[in-house]
């Protein structure tokens, strides 16, 4: 059908992932 939202929906969904995965590392690995 529509190719590109489902493709750009997939790839918003794996940036929001990138984000947090990359969020939850920052606050895990404190350089205090």
């Excluded at 918003?12 to 984000?19: A, K, M």
Aim: aromatic content about 18%; glycine content about 10%; cysteine-free.
């Amino acid at each position: 059908m529509w190719p590109i939202l489902i493709v750009s929906i997939v790839g918003l969904t794996v940036v929001i992932e990138r984000i947090f995965w990359w969020g939850g590392r920052w606050f895990r690995r404190d350089p205090k």
